[in-house]
């Protein structure tokens, strides 16, 4: 039996999959990292740590392997997108990553529409200027860490720092460069006529390569530090949500997936070029050649939770928190909660919004809380799945993934909000499949990406809609999207207290 290996760099933790060829998950080892957050807005991460935690996480899974070490045959990645790290000329690390939930660009975005143009900017990035895009992170550093950007010689997203520091070979790939506003996104190429409006010079951008190509193997002190064999052979890999649209089988048109990580996403495989959205949901490259899919994104899904966890539950584990929230009835007892700690994306493109608990009664328990967060962060992500079916797409069946897919009740809720059927797959960890497939397809077990994903992505249970929920749920949902606009004015005002 051979096997592969899938490593998703989160942004709550690195999750490293072993997978055999039968698409079966035979080891899974994690390793978290902080974030770095020391002004309201800002978001970093140290690269350093990932591939620290990722080397530990490694070595921990050849430990408990018990087959031969040549077994494993290849490595892909999978990562969380948009993040800016910034390499000199002897490709050391300038700073910490600015992460793609870092809204401090607002200025930068302004600064992207006047010199390319909104008209041009839709067409060729295929975006809005959105403030965790990498491009406007890159304006920052140049307007406010001059010497830095002056140092600056590539460019390159989370997971190619990290894949670069296991092999030596510097590369991105399309999925992941579709979300820096810096690719001609249907042309595959970087976009001179962006790079030059904005004044960065297009040598900073990595040569582009396939996600399932072969980019070299792992290092000999990667060899030794890890216990794999020299001989692993490493594929490029992609963006976290293309790869997690991979591992769920999101491969044709139709199909339209949900994943609650630390954000929230919901898409669509697109096969159509030149569908336009005007810029209210993402457009990006697929992992899998020349597809596309479009998305929406909820900044703080999981994190609200967590967020919610830490700051009130620090002792307890995700399950402790949400025990119970099945006894709490639909509504949570007239509590309402917008995820909005971060700012928001879809449908709110607003670095300053702030998250709200409306309706808070004397008679609440920490429970009725934590109901709320559950159904808000499920309201917000319908947004885009209302966004989605306005555009004539028809959403009858969602797959579920992300450590938000662990809960049943949540999946269930999924089921009652979004209206309709929900579909767990047999691991949450679809970006790491995702990046385990890449790597199966590129070692040439499979014809296709869609011949793999008929093995490693099995659905293992449904849940239906219950009409009496979707009803309650659809009088909420109406309440929750009015509370946006109400407490927009309010947020702002409040912004000049924040850290
Ligand atoms: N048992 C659980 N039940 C429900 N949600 C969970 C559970 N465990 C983790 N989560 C949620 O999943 C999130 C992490 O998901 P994950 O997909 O690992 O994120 P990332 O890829 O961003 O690191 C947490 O922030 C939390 O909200
Ligand atoms: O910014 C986006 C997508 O545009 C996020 O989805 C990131 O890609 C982070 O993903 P997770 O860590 O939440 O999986």
Not at 175 to 203: Q, R, Y
Not at 481 to 499: C, P, W
Request: charged letters at 25%; one cysteine or more.
């Amino acid at each position: 039996m051979k096997y592969v290996i899938g490593i998703d760099l989160g942004t709550s933790a690195v999750k490293v999959l072993l997978l055999n060829q039968l698409g079966e998950v035979c080891g899974e080892v994690s390793q978290v990292y902080p974030l770095i957050q020391e002004k309201s807005g800002h978001s970093e991460q140290d690269p350093e740590e990932w591939v620290h935690k990722t080397i530990r996480a490694l070595s921990v899974l050849v430990k408990e392997f018990e087959g031969e070490i040549e077994a494993i045959e290849g490595i892909s990645f999978s990562g969380q997108m948009h993040g800016l790290v910034l390499l000199d000329q002897n490709n050391e690390v300038l700073r910490n990553a600015i992460l793609w939930n870092d809204v401090r660009t607002t200025k930068q975005c302004e600064m992207i529409y006047e010199l390319v143009g909104k008209d041009t900017l839709l067409n060729v990035a295929r975006n809005p200027a959105l403030e965790g895009f990498t491009l406007p992170k890159l304006l920052w550093v140049k307007e406010y860490e001059p010497d830095i950007y002056k140092k600056a010689k590539t460019f390159l997203l989370p997971k190619d720092y990290l894949r670069f520091r296991l092999t030596g070979e510097l590369n991105s790939e399309y999925s992941d460069a579709a979300g820096t506003l810096l690719l001609n996104v249907v042309k595959k190429e970087w976009s001179s006529e962006i790079c030059n409006a904005v004044g960065v010079d297009i040598s900073l951008c990595p040569p582009l390569v396939e996600s399932h190509a072969f980019v070299g193997t792992i290092t000999n002190e990667i060899a030794q530090q890890t216990g794999l064999s020299i001989g692993t052979k490493v594929f490029t890999g992609g963006a976290d949500n293309a790869c997690g649209a991979i591992g769920s089988g999101i491969l044709s048109d139709g199909k339209s997936l949900c994943s609650i990580g630390t954000s929230g996403v919901v898409l669509s495989y697109e096969e159509d070029k030149g569908r336009d959205f005007g810029g209210k949901v993402h457009y990006f490259n697929h992992g899998k050649e020349n597809a596309f899919y479009t998305m929406g994104v909820t900044l703080a899904a999981g994190y609200s939770l967590s967020w919610f966890k830490d700051t009130f539950a620090e002792q307890e584990d995700f399950s402790a928190v949400l025990k119970g929230i099945e006894d709490v009835p639909i509504g949570a007892n007239g509590l309402l909660f917008t995820p909005y700690l971060v700012g928001e994306r879809t449908p709110h493109a607003d670095a300053l919004i702030r998250g709200s608990f409306i309706g808070v009664d004397g008679s609440h328990k920490r429970i009725d809380f934590v109901r709320a967060v559950i159904e808000g962060i499920t309201f917000s992500l319908n947004e885009s799945i209302e966004i989605f079916r306005e555009s004539g797409k028809n959403i009858e069946t969602i797959v579920s993934i992300g450590g938000g897919a662990k809960n049943d009740m949540w999946l269930q809720i999924q089921a009652d909000i979004f209206n309709a059927k929900i579909q767990k797959l047999s691991s949450e960890q679809g970006p790491g499949i995702g990046a385990g497939m890449l790597a199966a397809y590129g070692c040439g077990w499979y014809a296709s990406i869609n011949d793999c994903a008929d093995l490693f992505s099995r659905v293992v249970k449904t849940y239906e809609p219950i009409e009496e929920n979707v009803v309650k749920y659809r009088e909420l949902f109406a309440l929750y999207k009015k509370v946006y606009q109400q407490t927009e004015e309010i947020s702002r005002g409040l912004g000049a207290f924040r850290k």
